[in-house]
Structure formats: structure tokens, C-alpha cells
């Protein structure tokens, strides 16, 4: 059986980046039948250097957001197979020989793959977001999940089209992708995880920029939680048995451990009192222990010592996170619903 991929790639000032990211695109072993490049209102270049490529040129007519993005660009796919890829990754040259094979078997519906541990901005804000995001999924049995995240992911078109595609009214990039494999699982589903094919994150964060992505996706995970209650706050988010997500339930317990740190934080500030830092100590050390695991691999992995950096990094992360949750619920609670 011959199978033909088109790749899709909503783009948003991507200028920095999407010639990379094209560049190994055309250097597959394997062509893909078209790549498609939604351009999603961007104020730079990013669209005059894609032009240069050959893609097929698309443009939502402003700021509509990814899902509407990648929807629009599935829609003038011609290929058995979407392959969506973010625009500020690099792929190896076999990438579509690869996931090309997987869909031979007609029972996949899709296939997914992983960061590098490795990404080549240097600081560590960003060598943490990049290797958290690795070990999330790297940390998952191989073969079938429930995980479907676009920086590089592969679905049958037709099967796509039949779920309805990605949930528009998410407007921003947070979990328009996850809630999308979470149905394809619902729906039958089967999402292979190959962990050998991995992707080159070229994203560099600031720490506030990292702040407040972090503050986005805490605070759309919590409503898409609270909209599905029993399939996804449940089963996916808190996971009390794994479900094939990269959300672990030591992540969530983690955050819960670190919210609950914070009152006595506070309360020692005010009271002028060291007392209420020893059970914060405490808090902070489990909260720790419970990634264990993503802090002794980071230093095998990156070559170097950075579980103490990371460390400190990981717990603002889940006091980040746990402020996001809650201010997720908050905004659930007043009608808010995406």
C-alpha cells in the first residue's frame, strides 16, 4: 500500500525559525506529497521566507489561534496522512519514512513522537522546558498512548475528519492537541509513541515568557478538566492509574505539596517567626522526592550537572503551575469555560 503524507505547519511570527525548520523538511528521503503552511496572522516575514520554499500558502486573515490553524490546513490536505508539525522544530531526515510505516497497519490511527533531551538554546530556563517535555513522555510506556502533541504527529486524515478535527474554541496553543488524542482514544483509537523518533526544539524562553506559557496551559488544562469531569480531570489529569498521558500523578501531588508550602511561607514572612518554615521545608523536600526521577535522568542525559538548577526551576514550575490550576477553576467557576 502506497501512502501519501501532507504536511501541515500553523506558523505565528516565525520568522526565527521556519526556514530550519522547511530546511530539513526537504531534505526527507522520503518526500511528503505537499507541505501546507497556515500562516496565522503573523506581523513579520514569516510568510515571504516560507513562500521561498514552494509550500502551499494559506493564511487565516489574522490571529485565529493553532487549532483553527491546523484545521485549516488538514482541510486542503490531499495526503491519506496528516503530519503536523510545529514551525520552530527540526526533524531527521527520515522522518517521513518512518511514520510513513506505521500507517501501513490500517488499526493506527496515529503516531507520536518526542523532543531531543537536548535543545540548543542554552540557558537553562529553556534546557528545562525542553528536557521536562521530554521526560514527560520519554518516561511512557512504548507503543500505544493516549498523547497526541503537535510539535511532530502523524493522523490519518480521514480519521481526523471524522472526530471533527482540532476544538476551535480553544484559542490558544495549551491543549487543543492533548484533548484531540484523548478522543481519537475515546473514539478507538490507537496513537503509537515511537521514541526513537525525536524532533529539535529550537524555542528559547525568558523567565517570564516560561511563566506565563506555564500559566496558560495550567489554567486550560484545569477548565478542560472541570468541562469533562469523569474522562479528563479524572482520567487523565489526575491519573491515579496510568491512562498513556505524560501527566503523572507524582506531577500532581508535587503541585499540591508546593501550594500547600506557600501559607507557611507567608505566614513565617508576617509573623516574623521561623517556625512555620520547618513544615515548609518539609513540603518542598517531598515535593522534590516526587520528581526524583526527571532530576537524576537530567544529569545523565544532559551530560552535565544540572539537577540543582533544576531543581530550584522545578519547584517555581509547580508553584506556577498551581496557581495556574486554580486560577483555571476560578475563571471555570465564573463562566468562563475555555
Request: with cysteine.
Amino acid at each position: 500500500m502506497s501512502l501519501s503524507i501532507s504536511v501541515v505547519i500553523p506558523a505565528w511570527n516565525a520568522g526565527s525559525t521556519i526556514h530550519s525548520c522547511l530546511d530539513s523538511i526537504h531534505r526527507q528521503t522520503l518526500n511528503p506529497l505537499e507541505v501546507i503552511l497556515v500562516d496565522d496572522g503573523s506581523s513579520d516575514d514569516t510568510a515571504d521566507k516560507a513562500d521561498k520554499y514552494g509550500v502551499v500558502l494559506l493564511g487565516t486573515g489574522g490571529r485565529k489561534g493553532p487549532a483553527t490553524a491546523r484545521n485549516m490546513g488538514a482541510s486542503a490536505a490531499a495526503g491519506d496522512v496528516i503530519l503536523f508539525l510545529d514551525s520552530d522544530v527540526i526533524v531527521s531526515v527520515d522522518l517521513i519514512e518512518k511514520v510513513t510505516a506505521y500507517f501501513e497497519d490500517e488499526s493506527v490511527w496515529a503516531v507520536q513522537t518526542l523532543y531531543t533531551p537536548i535543545c540548543p538554546a542554552e540557558d537553562q530556563v529553556s534546557q528545562y522546558q525542553n528536557y521536562y517535555y521530554y521526560y514527560s513522555l520519554n518516561r511512557m510506556p512504548e507503543g500505544s498512548t493516549a498523547t497526541f502533541a503537535t510539535w511532530c504527529s502523524a493522523v490519518r486524515r480521514h480519521r481526523f475528519n471524522e472526530i471533527g478535527g482540532f476544538n476551535v474554541r480553544i484559542p490558544e496553543p495549551t491543549v487543543e492537541d492533548e484533548e484531540l488524542g484523548y478522543t481519537i482514544v475515546e473514539n478507538g483509537g490507537i496513537i503509537i509513541l515511537d521514541k526513537t523518533i525525536q524532533v529539535t526544539h529550537l524555542a528559547s524562553y525568558t523567565l517570564a515568557q516560561f511563566t506565563n506559557r506555564r500559566l496558560r496551559m495550567a489554567r486550560a488544562q484545569a477548565k478542560s478538566g472541570w468541562r469533562q469531569v469523569k474522562k479528563r480531570l479524572l482520567a487523565r489529569y489526575i491519573n491515579v492509574h496510568e491512562s498513556g498521558t505524560h501527566h503523572s500523578r507524582w506531577v500532581v501531588l508535587s503541585i499540591l505539596l508546593v501550594l500547600m508550602a506557600q501559607p507557611c511561607i507567608l505566614l513565617s514572612l508576617f509573623s516574623l517567626s521561623l517556625a512555620p518554615l520547618i513544615p515548609a521545608a518539609f513540603l518542598l523536600v517531598s515535593a522534590l522526592a516526587c520528581h526524583f526521577g526527571f532530576l537524576t535522568r537530567c544529569n545523565r542525559d544532559l551530560k552535565r550537572n544540572a539537577a540543582a538548577t533544576f531543581a530550584v526551576l522545578c519547584l517555581y514550575d509547580m508553584a506556577v503551575l498551581g496557581w495556574g490550576i486554580v486560577q483555571g477553576s476560578v475563571q471555570y467557576m465564573f463562566g468562563e469555560k475555555y
